[in-house]
């Protein structure tokens, strides 16, 4: 998992409260991603942050908010949870730099269920 | 952001070469392809990325052709642990997101 940890891994919660995905990373990436997958489907960017404080939206962005107040942190705000946001939310971390420049690291995922 | 088509699944046995065409026709000149895999219950891993001709690793070969519009992953002689999705990406080098599609479900069998 290269460092990357979610937490929680699994929530549950009722539709119209704000939920709070917390995701870490160890490795000093400056990219960090917000992922959503659901069945049958690939992974569909949320918001992106490509440094403290520096982030843009994803093609899925309705209804998020983030935020990237350290380097190793990126925290993804559900602002009033409805049932369309239950899904599997993926975070991954990335430097951007080098060979291979554009390798995103994933972390295990959490499973988000909105009743 | 470049579209990418590639099979829904696919079906192999062990020692297999298996090849998986993914095809990207309006690619940006600075854009480059990238393959991951996903494992049920997992995240996605990163295999392999290319911009143009062919890239080897460990893993996998991944062929582009002169025109990019097209890209082909290779795994040799695979094993029942390669089933997986395997997603072909282009990459937005203007805000290094990953766009995925639906990837290809490769099921591989002994």
């Given amino acids: 998992d290269a460092g990357i940890t979610q937490s929680p891994r699994h929530k549950v919660t009722e539709t119209g409260t704000p939920v709070t995905l917390r995701c870490h990373q160890t490795e000093n990436h400056r990219y960090m991603y917000w992922y959503r997958q659901d069945p049958g489907h690939g992974l569909r960017l949320i918001h992106y942050s490509y440094g403290v404080k520096d982030t843009d939206k994803g093609e899925v962005s309705d209804g998020y908010s983030v935020s990237r107040s350290k380097t190793e942190d990126f925290l993804l705000t559900l602002e009033s949870a409805t049932s369309s946001q239950t899904s599997v939310y993926f975070c991954a971390a990335g430097s951007g730099q080098g060979i291979p420049s554009y390798e995103q690291y994933f972390g295990p995922g959490t499973r988000l269920t909105v009743t | ?110």
Avoid at chain 2, 10 to 32: K, L, P
Avoid at chain 2, 36 to 60: D, H, L, M
Avoid at chain 2, 69 to 92: E, G, H, I, M, Q
Wanted: with cysteine; net charge positive; aromatic share 10%.
């Fill in chain 2, 1 to 110: 952001l470049a579209k990418t088509t590639q099979p829904i699944s696919m079906d192999s046995y062990e020692g297999q070469e298996v090849n998986i065409t993914c095809s990207h026709n309006n690619i940006a000149t600075n854009d480059y392809i990238t393959w991951y895999q996903q494992f049920p219950s997992q995240g996605p891993r990163f295999i392999i990325q290319g911009y143009k001709t062919k890239v080897t690793n460990e893993v996998a070969s991944l062929f582009i052709p002169a025109d990019r519009k097209s890209s082909t992953l290779s795994l040799p002689r695979v094993s029942l642990s390669d089933t997986a999705v395997y997603y072909c990406l282009v990459v937005d080098t203007g805000r290094r997101a990953l766009t995925f599609g639906s990837g290809t479900r490769l099921q591989v069998q002994p």
